[in-house]
């Protein structure tokens, strides 16, 4: 492998790229990964079905029931994954060894476990209110016209906020705390500024507790539609990027809750002229944000293009999104988290210099040309080189140990 490896390098290297600083840089960038593929987004605080017009699909045996399973499952994909990793988890994933609170009054102890796990494997942790699957999750939340339903989940916010502090204080790394609510309608409004207006209030008033903004990161992701609410969302695309500006919070792009035109690589320059950080939700939408397993496809390169492009890998706050069912869910993991690390190399490989200045110079022959040659250069030599120096499977040698690791595990968890 070295001398395909050497070889390969070589060419990178006379067309202007240092492959060592792409390795370097690329070991460095960390990939938040979500811990709700393991078990179909259900949690452990006794949810039961998804809301939220989210949608998991696929009824593929094996999913992770308990804590246990899910860490157990975690730790096969990590074992499995090249580069610098984060977990992130959602509130319904407390762990309630006593009696079980509800969401508003949920603790840091309720995440002794994953704060031990995470640090055990020094992982950072990022956190998510679950403003979904409750009771109180029937519609509307944070925007809710009911002043003791708004109530509620601020305090859930705020509960959360503690717990990403301590996450952040036991880790020795900043928690990125992200807020999506669910908020929307299925036809047509009657009043599109009432539940916007309640939103904002509700976050301000969230984000009036003392909490600690050098360690914990609030984002605000934004969505256009969900099942159930395709008319109306309260935090649209314009009410997250204006609310994060105007309060100095971190905006969130998901790049399945825009419309099909529309690209969340296009998008991320402009929001990186305007704010300290930029957190993206990377997924793979199919007809709708249907949450597939991210593909090394052109979407996912151009966004990691774009990352390395803006110089912004100290501030790009990178996460995956999906949750697929369907097939077995450490290989679904394991793909997506694979995908996007290569598709940060493949970015970091290209020669960036050369290609902006084509473009200063209006040379855009010379642009498409280079573009189009850097498909075909060995790519996998590199990739594979860095696997192998990440002591993780090369190519597709993953899928044996998850293959073997299946029979045992759907003896042990059945359907
Ligand atoms: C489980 C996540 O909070 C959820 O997927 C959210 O990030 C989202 O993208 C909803 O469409
Ligand atoms: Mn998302």
Same mark, same amino acid.
């Given at each position: 492998? /070295?001398?395909?490896?050497?070889?390969?390098?070589?060419?990178?290297?006379?067309?202007?790229?240092?492959?060592?600083? #792409?390795?370097?840089?690329?070991?460095?960038?960390? =990939?938040? $990964?979500?811990?709700?593929?393991? &078990?179909?987004?259900?949690?452990?605080?006794?949810?039961?079905?998804?809301?939220?017009?989210?949608?998991?699909?696929?009824?593929?045996?094996?999913? #992770?029931?308990?804590?246990?399973?899910? $860490?157990? !499952?975690?730790?096969?994909?990590?074992?499995?994954?090249?580069?610098?990793?984060?977990?992130?988890?959602?509130?319904?994933?407390?762990?309630? @060894?006593?009696?079980?609170?509800?969401?508003?009054?949920?603790?840091?102890?309720?995440?002794?476990?994953?704060?031990?796990? #995470?640090? !055990?494997?020094?992982?950072?942790?990022?956190?998510?209110?679950?403003?979904?699957?409750?009771?109180?999750?029937?519609?509307?939340?944070?925007?809710?016209?009911?002043?003791? =339903?708004?109530?509620?989940?601020?305090?859930?916010?705020?509960?959360?906020?503690?717990?990403?502090?301590?996450?952040?204080?036991?880790?020795?790394?900043?928690?990125?705390?992200?807020?999506? =609510?669910? !908020?929307?309608?299925?036809?047509?409004?009657?009043?599109?500024?009432?539940?916007?207006?309640?939103?904002?209030?509700?976050?301000?008033? =969230?984000?009036?507790? &003392?909490?600690?903004?050098?360690?914990?990161?609030?984002?605000?992701?934004?969505?256009?539609?969900?099942?159930? /609410?395709?008319?109306?969302?309260?935090?649209?695309?314009?009410?997250?990027?204006?609310?994060?500006?105007?309060?100095?919070?971190?905006?969130?792009?998901?790049?399945?809750?825009?419309?099909?035109?529309?690209?969340?690589?296009?998008?991320?320059?402009? $929001?990186?002229?305007?704010?300290?950080?930029?957190?993206?939700?990377?997924?793979?939408?199919?007809?709708?944000?249907?949450?597939?397993?991210?593909?090394?496809? &052109?979407?996912?390169?151009?966004?990691?293009?774009?990352?390395?492009?803006?110089? #912004?890998?100290?501030?790009?706050?990178?996460?995956?999104?999906?949750? &697929?069912?369907?097939?077995?869910?450490?290989?679904?993991?394991?793909?997506? /988290?694979?995908?996007?690390?290569?598709?940060?190399?493949?970015?970091?490989?290209?020669?960036?210099?050369?290609?902006?200045?084509?473009?200063?110079?209006?040379?855009?022959?010379?642009?498409? $040309?280079?573009?189009?040659?850097?498909?075909?250069?060995?790519?996998?030599?590199?990739?594979?080189?860095?696997?192998?120096?990440?002591?993780?499977?090369?190519? @597709?040698?993953?899928?044996?140990?998850?293959?073997?690791?299946?029979?045992?595990?759907?003896?042990?968890?059945?359907?």
């Amino acid at each position: 492998m /070295m001398d395909r490896f050497q070889e390969s390098k070589r060419l990178y290297e006379h067309l202007g790229v240092d492959v060592d600083a #792409a390795l370097r840089k690329l070991s460095d960038f960390p =990939i938040s $990964m979500h811990c709700w593929q393991g &078990d179909d987004v259900v949690g452990f605080d006794g949810a039961g079905a998804l809301s939220g017009g989210i949608q998991t699909t696929g009824n593929y045996p094996g999913r #992770a029931r308990t804590p246990r399973e899910l $860490m157990e !499952d975690i730790d096969a994909v990590l074992a499995l994954t090249p580069g610098k990793k984060r977990l992130n988890l959602h509130a319904s994933y407390a762990v309630f @060894e006593g009696d079980q609170v509800d969401r508003d009054q949920i603790k840091p102890e309720h995440f002794r476990p994953w704060i031990e796990f #995470a640090k !055990d494997r020094g992982l950072g942790l990022d956190f998510n209110p679950t403003l979904f699957s409750h009771p109180k999750a029937a519609g509307l939340t944070l925007s809710h016209p009911d002043p003791e =339903i708004r109530k509620f989940w601020i305090r859930h916010c705020q509960a959360c906020l503690r717990i990403s502090e301590v996450f952040a204080e036991e880790l020795n790394t900043y928690c990125l705390m992200n807020i999506w =609510i669910p !908020d929307g309608l299925k036809d047509i409004p009657g009043d599109r500024m009432g539940p916007r207006r309640r939103f904002m209030e509700s976050l301000d008033e =969230i984000l009036s507790l &003392d909490y600690d903004r050098n360690k914990v990161l609030v984002a605000l992701e934004s969505k256009v539609f969900g099942i159930g /609410m395709e008319s109306y969302t309260a935090g649209s695309a314009e009410f997250t990027m204006n609310y994060a500006l105007s309060r100095g919070i971190t905006p969130l792009m998901d790049n399945g809750h825009y419309h099909p035109t529309e690209l969340v690589s296009d998008k991320l320059s402009s $929001m990186l002229l305007f704010h300290p950080k930029v957190a993206l939700h990377v997924t793979r939408p199919v007809r709708w944000d249907s949450d597939h397993v991210v593909l090394f496809d &052109d979407e996912t390169k151009e966004i990691a293009k774009e990352i390395v492009r803006c110089d #912004a890998l100290d501030r790009v706050l990178l996460g995956l999104d999906f949750f &697929d069912a369907s097939i077995n869910r450490i290989a679904a993991w394991t793909i997506g /988290m694979r995908n996007m690390q290569k598709a940060m190399l493949y970015a970091l490989l290209m020669p960036m210099s050369r290609l902006k200045e084509a473009q200063d110079k209006q040379d855009f022959t010379t642009l498409l $040309m280079l573009n189009e040659e850097c498909k075909t250069y060995p790519f996998q030599d590199i990739w594979d080189y860095y696997c192998e120096s990440q002591q993780v499977p090369v190519r @597709e040698e993953w899928f044996l140990a998850v293959r073997q690791r299946e029979a045992a595990l759907l003896r042990q968890r059945g359907d």
